[in-house]
C-alpha cells in the first residue's frame, strides 16, 4: 500500500512568489491534515479536511494560505505571497475514519524555503 | 507555557542501553498520547499510541501515561544504532488535531 506521498520534496522560491504544494493521501482515507514545522518550533497543526469538506482550519496562519482538497483525493496547498517566515516544513498526514484519528499517517514533507 | 514539553536532547546512549524519552503536558483534556519516531528528512512514523493512564508495550517499546502528572515516558529497550532518530511526542484531545512536543533527538553509538 502506497503511503502519504508529497511533492515537491524541496522548493526554493523568492519572497512574493507563490508556491502549490501538494498532497496524496493513502487511498480510502477521508481525513486529510496539513502540518508545517518552522526553524527550532514544534510542529503545528494547519487544517483538517474530511473529504473534500474543511472540518478545521484554526492553524491557518493568515489568508495568504489556501489549501484545497478535490475531490475528496489528493489536496494542496497554496502559500500567496510567500513571506520569508513561511519557511519551513509543511507535512501532510492522512487517516481512515474508522480508526481513531491520532492515528494519522505522515509524508515525508516538504521543505519550502522563501529567499 | 507550551502544550506539550519535551528536551530537545540530543541523548547518547551506547547500544544495548534502555533509553528513557518524557514529555509533559499541560491540557488535562488530552485523551490518548503517541510516540512518532521521525528519521532525517522523512515524516514523522507512529510508533505507538495509548488512551488515558497506564501501559502499552511493543517489543522493545513501553509507552506509559501518567495523567494524574501530566507525564509521557517511551522506554526503548536493548537500544540499537538503528534507534537513532528524533522522537516526538503528541497529544490528541478527539478534535482535529495532533498537538506535538518539540521532538526528543536520539543518538545510540554501537
Known amino acids: 500500500e502506497a503511503g502519504v506521498t508529497q511533492f515537491p520534496s524541496h522548493s526554493v522560491i523568492e519572497k512574493g512568489q507563490t508556491v502549490t504544494l501538494r498532497c496524496d493521501p493513502i487511498s480510502g482515507h477521508d481525513n486529510l491534515y496539513w502540518y508545517r514545522r518552522v526553524m527550532g518550533k514544534e510542529i503545528k497543526f494547519l487544517l483538517h479536511?474530511?473529504?473534500?469538506?474543511?472540518?478545521?482550519e484554526s492553524g491557518m496562519p493568515n489568508n495568504r494560505f489556501l489549501a484545497e482538497r478535490t475531490g475528496g483525493t489528493y489536496s494542496t496547498l497554496k502559500v500567496q505571497p510567500a513571506e520569508l517566515e513561511d519557511s519551513g516544513v509543511y507535512f501532510c498526514?492522512?487517516?481512515?475514519?474508522?480508526?481513531?484519528?491520532?492515528?494519522?499517517?505522515f509524508g515525508q514533507g516538504t521543505r519550502l524555503t522563501v529567499v | 507555557q507550551k502544550e506539550v514539553e519535551q528536551d530537545p536532547g540530543p541523548l547518547s546512549v551506547p547500544e544495548g542501553a534502555i533509553v528513557s524519552l518524557n514529555c509533559t503536558y499541560s491540557?488535562?483534556?488530552?485523551?490518548?498520547f503517541m510516540w512518532y519516531r521521525q528519521y532525517s528528512r522523512k515524516g514523522p512514523e507512529l510508533l505507538m499510541y495509548?488512551?488515558?493512564?497506564g501501559n502499552k508495550e511493543d517489543g522493545r517499546f513501553t509507552a506509559q501515561v501518567d495523567k494524574s502528572s501530566k507525564y509521557i515516558s517511551l522506554f526503548i529497550r536493548d537500544s540499537q544504532p538503528s534507534d537513532s532518530a528524533t522522537y516526538l511526542c503528541?497529544?490528541?484531545?478527539?478534535?482535529?488535531?495532533?498537538?506535538f512536543g518539540g521532538g526528543t533527538r536520539l543518538m545510540v553509538k554501537p
Open positions: 498526514a492522512s487517516s481512515p475514519d474508522h480508526r481513531p484519528r491520532a492515528e494519522a499517517f
Open positions: 503528541a497529544t490528541w484531545d478527539a478534535g482535529n488535531m495532533l498537538t
Open positions: 495509548t488512551y488515558s493512564s
Open positions: 491540557n488535562s483534556a488530552f485523551q490518548y
Open positions: 479536511f474530511v473529504k473534500e469538506s474543511k472540518q478545521d
